[in-house]
């Protein structure tokens, strides 16, 4: 076995309905986490996503997170989340003139980032016009995530494009094609199994795309999906505001106990790089979304949350790996 790490963290908003950062904060200590990713916080008795924060509220979140002993793994940010093109079709998905989009909302990602002590920002890959081949966007969306890319990598950070459904990156080839376009070292690839499933693909076809997004690996983020043969067309947008049917990881369609099995044999070459990009381990982010899911987010509550993580740490001891939770107060 690599002696480098792998490391434990999720989504902590999703455990307090509220987005309450103490709620937030002490389960996750609570539940031998070290590592948060941080996406929508309740602050000035406001709920704002990480990006939108303040410098003083920035700072806020820093003591607190102090006060747990937690450390940012990555920024849950929406950077990515927008259109490709200005094009009205038909859905809510908004645009920003991508120039503008670069100066204002990704650089204040990355300063945040920085503040935060993360190296690493979660991203998508552009909304393309409903109706249209995602392959046909391709190139426009390359030259867009490479100036993220390059945006990030100025502030010694690295950019995880992560596989979801209805944007350009929408599957494991297609995610893996804009990585060979791209092609600095500042981008990544995250997978994430129930955003396959939910668009229509078995586990052998979920297990396939994952062994093309393998070689551009960033990290994993966690969350399995149970489908029927007839619940989704691998041609249609996916509605995820409707999905109901998240389970605990090795429950679904998500073939998880293969990933982290075949994990072992990358685990070298992703010390290799990982560590020259100033990581101290391999992230594995849970997302659970056992009692709802969404666009831009998703909630487990601190029960649902709770199980997800023994779920995650069981699987992870069966395949050979150490769940690395707290052993003893510092």
Partial sequence: MSDFPLLLSGFSDEIAADKNMDTQFAVMSGLGLRYTTLRFLNIDNQVLNVSQLSDRQADQVVEKLAQYDLSVSSI?????????????????????????????EVQRVCELAQRFGSRLVRGFSFYYPRGTPAERHLELAADQLRAIAQRCDEHG?????????????????????LDRRV???ALALIFDSANVVVQGFSKTQVLEQWRSVMPGLGWLHVKDYVASASEFSTDAPVDEDSLSQFVPVDQGAGGYR??????????????QRWQSRGLPGFFVDLEPHLKQGGQFGGFSGADGFGIACRALCNLLLETGWQAGLRRALN
Avoid: W
């Avoid at 259109?83 to 100066?103: C, H, M, Q, S, W």
């Avoid at 293969?258 to 010390?271: K, W």
């Fill in 76 to 104: 849950g940010s929406p950077i990515g989340k927008v259109k490709l093109l200005d094009i009205d079709d038909g859905t809510a998905n908004r645009f920003r003139p991508f120039a503008d989009y670069l100066e204002t």
């Fill in 157 to 177: 950070l690295t950019l995880g494009l992560e596989i979801e459904a209805n944007l350009v990156g929408h599957s494991g080839q297609i995610l893996a094609e």
């Fill in 183 to 185: 092609d600095h070292p």
């Fill in 258 to 271: 293969e990933i982290f099995s075949e994990l072992h044999s990358h685990m070298p070459r992703l010390q």
